[in-house]
């Protein structure tokens, strides 16, 4: 197995668990695609707070590749829907 391949196996355990997640059924028929959603002119929001670890400086590497990319608005929340709905199908929730 390649180091690419152990690393993806890794991001499917639990933390600081060797066991791995329980995966689901699959992607809930109800549910659209994230571009679907994401494209449309009026969306229905919902808050989700979360902390992150600092250590990963997430909000300073998201400043950086706003001023990069000369982007005057960056918009986080749809970031962080489409990077949550890739890790939820991929596990089959």
Request: hydrophobic share 35%.
């Amino acid at each position: 197995m390649g180091a690419h391949q152990e690393q993806d196996t890794r991001s499917q355990e639990a933390p600081s668990e060797g066991t791995p997640y329980a995966h689901g059924p699959g992607r809930p028929k109800d549910v659209p695609e994230v571009s679907v959603v994401l494209n449309q002119r009026i969306i229905a929001r919902e808050s989700l707070d979360s902390s992150v670890p600092a250590a990963l400086k997430l909000k300073k590497r998201i400043k950086r590749f706003a001023l990069d990319n000369e982007l005057d608005h960056l918009p986080i929340g749809d970031i962080v829907s489409v990077a949550l709905d890739e890790w939820l199908s991929a596990r089959g929730f």
